[in-house]
């Protein structure tokens, strides 16, 4: 098996199966498709939230080791070179109870992103009751927005929105964290608005 069937199997098969059924509960009492994907947003959020909260404890311990053990390293990688260096830097870590793989508890967060994008990407992308169904000035959920037409070019305007709130917020949590988290996030955050730029703005609609 493949690392994506594997995943397929334990986690995106099994969160596509609770994203239908919270979607078909939520439908069955509203009946409007559109506020059906708002109330699914809603309780996945919850449902994930301690999961967040964890991976966010696990970033900030992760942060702290860093700037612990930052000055040090950067005096070993300017005194020394080769495998000098790397053994006096795996004695270093060692004495302080590191290791290299802990600086992916860093990327939980991002790690946490993949599952139920996925899910959601496949699950909301082929829902066929989204289809021709309009909500509030978005015509059609199954399709991208094109909320903003100029000179008869379509601009989809909801993966813009998303971006910039990714981006603000993203800029008010990342207060202190070091560079290479910046970049994993906004990273992230453009990685959206490309793939999801014409996207169903349904899907869209739920991030």
Do not use: C
Request: avoid cysteine; glycine fraction near 6%.
């Amino acid at each position: 098996m493949t690392f994506f069937s594997i995943l397929e199997t334990l986690f995106i098969g099994p969160l596509k199966l609770v994203f239908e059924v919270i979607f078909s509960v939520a439908n069955s009492f509203v009946g409007n498709p559109g506020l059906s994907i708002i109330f699914l947003s809603l309780v996945m959020n919850i449902l994930v939230l301690p999961l967040y909260r964890r991976a966010d404890a696990m970033q900030e311990a992760a942060r702290d080791i860093d700037n612990k053990l930052n000055k040090g390293v950067t005096h070993i990688k300017k005194t020394f070179s080769g495998d000098e260096r790397m053994m006096i830097l795996q004695t270093y870590y060692r004495q302080n109870h590191y290791k290299p793989t802990d600086a992916l508890h860093g990327s939980v967060s991002l790690l946490l992103e993949i599952p139920f994008f996925m899910a959601a990407y496949q699950f909301l992308s082929h829902l066929e009751i989204l289809n021709g169904v309009s909500f509030g000035p978005i015509k059609d959920l199954s399709a991208p927005d094109g909320l903003i037409v100029i000179g008869g070019f379509a601009i989809n305007l909801l993966p813009i929105l998303m971006t910039s709130v990714n981006v603000i917020s993203s800029a008010l949590y990342l207060k202190g964290f070091p560079l290479k988290t910046k970049i994993q996030l906004y990273g992230m955050a453009v990685f959206f608005l490309i793939f999801l730029y014409t996207s169903p703005s349904g899907l869209v609609f739920y991030w």
